[in-house]
């Protein structure tokens, strides 16, 4: 498993279905991705004047995040995105 260091962030992209108000569930394509994901793992934080400042985000929390600011990679055919934590933009409740 991963473990991210300083303030970088695990996710997990989340396969997000469109549905229209009938019922009819949309498919989509590659060029359609959703810039949503599941938060898998959150490093210690990050020192600002010598103050650690920790992590807002937290495992589990399904977040929109900045679309050109992550390193793919793929570990036993999963794959996870690595991001810093300035490049989440919310937290979807």
Known sequence: MLKPLHDSVILQKEEVEQTTKSGIILST???????????????EGRYENNQLIKPVVKPGDKVVYRKYSTTDIKIDEVEYLIIQE???LAIVE
């Open 86 to 88: 300035k490049d989440i």
């Open 29 to 43: 394509t590659k060029k359609e991705e959703s810039d949503y994901a599941k938060v898998i793992a959150v490093g």
